[in-house]
């Protein structure tokens, strides 16, 4: 057990947790300038439905979404590659939606990047996918190199477990943010 979470405390988690910034950050940009030439990213029903779900917020939808795209970044061989693609669509979703709810401004993309990375919420449902990302990687070397499976699945499933955990309360602290901002704004 000991070795288990001496696995998960490495310096790949790290870098994977900064990648992840990065990929979030490189996202946005782009999706700011695609939004900036006229390229839809997100159809209107999609906007109205991240709209609706800001200003009426539930942990368990916040929860549910985040999880499902977790889940497919634990998947060995292919969770790194989902990785980046929904990262970075993420990144893209919110650099459109700077442009089309907000307005056309670098400070606002700013704004928007720190209030999905750098709030607590953003810091743990960041760091879940890169304990994710790291999962998925560590499994599929271990395949590759022959090593226990026995021992692997454990090791995965205990980081899945982990991660979804961790997920849980990002949720619940968006959760809180999302209805204190809004009591805020209604005030």
Request: overall charge neutral.
């Amino acid at each position: 057990m000991a070795l288990g979470i001496q696995r998960v405390l490495t310096r790949r988690v790290l870098i994977y947790y900064l990648t992840t910034f990065l990929v979030l950050a490189v996202g946005e940009v782009i999706g700011y300038f695609m939004s900036l030439r006229g390229i839809q990213v997100l159809s209107k029903s999609e906007l109205e439905e991240l709209e609706s779900i800001a200003q009426h917020p539930s942990y368990m939808v916040i929860f549910t979404h985040n999880l499902s795209l977790n889940l497919i970044m634990n998947i060995p061989f292919i969770g790194p590659i989902m990785y980046v693609i929904l990262i970075g669509f993420t990144g893209i979703a919110l650099g459109y939606i700077v442009v089309s709810s907000i307005g056309v401004s670098v400070l606002y993309l700013v704004l928007a990047y720190v209030s999905s990375a750098i709030l607590p919420h953003g810091l743990l449902e960041l760091f879940s996918y890169s304990l994710s990302v790291y999962n998925s990687i560590d499994v599929s070397v271990n395949v590759i190199k022959r090593r226990s499976l026995n021992t692997t699945l454990i090791y995965w499933v205990l980081r899945l477990l982990l991660s979804v955990l961790i997920l849980f309360i990002a949720a619940y602290v968006e959760y809180l943010e999302l209805t204190t901002l809004g009591a805020v704004i209604h005030a």
